[in-house]
């Protein structure tokens, strides 16, 4: 995202949409890569409502929330674009207000990688992470990416807060 500093998240986390809905997808490749095809749409507050949920010290992926939506809902995947789009305005609408937080550095990309489009980069995912008792490994040379070490051993079980 651009001009994080002139956008209105929490209006944006907030807006009305025809979601959730279900839609058929028909493009093979499609149907094939994800398992199904039937598409789950989830809104911008669920997103948001599973994220508050993850305790202190636990993690959780887009990926591991995008499947227990799929799940919930009895469809055979939720739609990628949409969770990481709305993931992404969680953390940033959380960031923009003052009480009723989203402790969004704890929902990773997928293999416990941290999100560069997170309030402050991965700079602070890093240090809240870190102060939460988390390892931050660096990989690669030239795309450098952070990682937390041993991420499956903090993962929450979804199913267990709701």
């Known amino acids: 995202m651009a001009n ?7 209006a944006m986390l907030h807006k009305e949409t025809d979601m959730p809905k279900i839609q058929r997808v028909t493009d093979q490749k499609t149907v094939e890569r994800y398992g ?5 749409f989830a809104p911008a ?3 948001d ?9 636990k993690l959780t992926t887009v990926v ?10 009895q469809a055979d995947f939720t739609e990628p674009m949409t969770a990481g789009i709305f993931v992404s305005i969680s953390a940033w ?11 969004y550095w704890r929902t ?9 489009k997170y309030p402050g980069g991965i700079e602070v995912q890093k240090e809240l992470l870190q102060a939460e008792g988390h390892q931050i490994v660096q990989k690669g040379r030239k795309n450098i990416r952070y990682y ?12 267990t807060l709701f």
Request: hydrophobic share 30%; net charge negative.
């Open 4 to 10: 994080e500093d002139k956008k209105d998240f929490n």
């Open 36 to 40: 199904g095809e039937r598409m789950f």
């Open 45 to 47: 507050p669920t997103y």
């Open 49 to 57: 409502a599973i994220m508050k949920k993850i305790p202190e010290g």
């Open 64 to 73: 591991d929330i995008r499947e227990y939506l799929a799940k919930e809902n």
């Open 93 to 103: 609408a959380s960031h923009q207000r003052d009480t009723d937080k989203t402790p």
């Open 108 to 116: 990773l990309k997928t293999k416990g990688e941290l999100n560069p």
């Open 148 to 159: 937390v070490e041993n991420y499956e051993a903090a993962l929450v079980d979804l199913y």
